[in-house]
């Protein structure tokens, strides 16, 4: 099993910004993806395949990496970013989320 | 319009199977390349994935629950279900049916449904 561990665990960012989130797996990966998930709301993909947008998704994200290192990235923090964000793995069986990074605003 | 909604028993005694059934609409699970998955989140804790089923039947568990899992579908009512055995106060949680298409990631969720599991 793949093993993702993200980094940090809580941070708090002022508006404006540049924040990012790290997710490190055991072995290596083909890509990467990322959710958000609000206090209350079911998780939404926010980038896949390691760098892409999802729909609807603010080009202030932006999302890298490879092998067992991914990140992603906001250029500048806005409120509406505060969340919890996940990483999955999807090269291999079990899949396996993040633990999780959850983001505050200062 | 893709749509998902979970359903389930609300609560349960341990011991007991906890069938859950998502019900969707927008897309078919005979389509080639079509999967559904299933994910859970206990209050305050973070996604579990637990097994996905592809439009070939294909089938894939989270070995963490030793065989506790079955998956299946139904292609014509557009319906996926997941089985859990034996449960315990472990199973409390959100359960989440989310579609994937084939080299993709889970792109649409459902809005989940809470299972509490109680003596």
């Known amino acids: 099993e793949i093993v993702l561990t993200q980094s940090p665990t809580t941070m708090a960012a002022s508006p404006g910004e540049k924040v990012t989130l790290n997710c490190l797996a055991s072995?290596?990966?083909?890509?990467m993806n990322w959710y958000q998930q609000k206090s209350g709301a079911s998780p939404k993909l926010w980038i896949y395949?390691?760098?892409n947008l999802a729909s609807g998704v603010p080009n202030r994200f932006s999302g890298s990496g490879s092998g067992t290192s991914y990140s992603l990235t906001i250029s500048s923090m806005e409120a509406e970013d505060v969340a919890t964000y996940y990483c999955l793995q999807l090269s291999s069986y079990p899949f396996t989320f993040g633990s999780g990074t959850k983001l505050e605003i200062k | 319009q893709v749509t998902l909604k979970e359903s389930g028993p609300g609560i349960l005694q341990p011991s007991q199977t906890l069938s859950l059934t998502c019900t969707f609409s927008g897309f078919s699970l005979s389509t080639y390349g079509m999967g559904v998955g299933w994910i859970r989140q206990p209050s305050g804790k973070g996604l579990e994935w637990l097994a996905n089923i592809w439009w070939d039947d294909d089938k894939y568990y989270n070995p963490s629950l030793k065989n506790r899992l079955t998956i299946s579908k139904d292609t014509s009512n557009n319906q996926a279900f997941l089985k859990i055995t034996n449960v315990d106060t472990a199973d409390t949680a959100t359960y989440y049916c989310a579609r994937i298409p084939l080299d993709g990631s889970y792109d649409y969720w459902g809005q989940g449904v809470m299972v509490t599991v109680s003596s």
């Open positions: 395949g390691t760098s």
């Open positions: 072995s290596s990966v083909s890509y």
